[in-house]
């Protein structure tokens, strides 16, 4: 089985702080990806990497970035969290079209 | 500028009774579909998927169907039962392409 993993189930972090979201799979995939999930709005993409060292941006990578260094893990960075970026954060792992999924991060900026 | 939508946000069904769920989508470029399903604070699971080949594809109580010249799917589920209480989006993607376009998600909840 797939195993994507996040590093945080729940996160609170004040205006203005640096965030890192982690997420590691185990099944050398070579193409991740960053969503976030706000109710009515589906599943919207950030950014994603096909592979190490590179990056892709998605329909909304304002006020984000990422790094993949291992081709194992991912990063979400929010530069400056804002209390717009409060969301559910989920991390995939792609095996050609079918997308496997971390739990999802859930992230408060307050 | 939403590729594929969910018109539904929500759908309360009688345990045992069929559940429907609806997807529609403008680009005539897509050529694979899947439904996902997640359940709270957990990340989605693939459910079901179809390619443009076909306009059906079952498994056991799930079964996709996909009407290319509308642009639309539905997922039936038969009977549903109280754990297929959750949130279901529909994906689409195309021309080879390694990444999915979602729809906004229909939550489901079945009534015992």
């Known amino acids: 089985d797939v195993k994507v993993t996040q590093s945080s189930r729940y996160l609170v972090k004040r205006t203005g702080e640096k965030v890192f979201l982690e997420c590691v799979q185990d099944m050398d995939h070579e193409n991740m990806f960053w969503y976030r999930q706000d109710p009515g709005l589906g599943l919207r993409l950030i950014y994603f990497s096909y592979d190490v060292k590179m990056k892709e941006k998605g329909d909304i990578p304002e006020g984000y970035s990422v790094s993949r260094e291992k081709k194992e893990r991912f990063s979400l960075i929010l530069e400056s969290a804002s209390t717009n970026q409060t969301s559910m954060y989920l991390c995939?792992?792609?095996?050609?079209?079918?997308?496997?999924f971390g739990q999802g991060t859930r992230l408060t900026v307050v | 500028d939403q590729q594929v939508k969910q018109n539904s946000p929500s759908l309360s069904v009688q345990e045992g009774r069929i559940s429907i769920l609806n997807c529609d989508y403008t680009?005539?470029?897509?050529?694979?579909f899947l439904w996902y399903k997640k359940y709270p604070a957990e990340g989605p699971t693939f459910l079901i998927s179809i390619s443009s080949i076909k306009d059906k594809n079952e498994d056991g109580r799930f079964t996709v169907f996909l009407n290319k010249s509308a642009k639309h799917l539905s997922l039936h589920i038969v009977p549903s039962q109280p754990g297929d209480s959750a949130v279901y989006f529909c994906a689409a993607s195309g021309q080879g392409a390694q990444k999915l376009v979602f729809g906004q998600g229909t939550r489901l909840t079945i009534n015992p």
């Open positions: 995939a792992s792609y095996l050609y079209t079918e997308a496997f």
């Open positions: 680009n005539s470029m897509f050529d694979y």
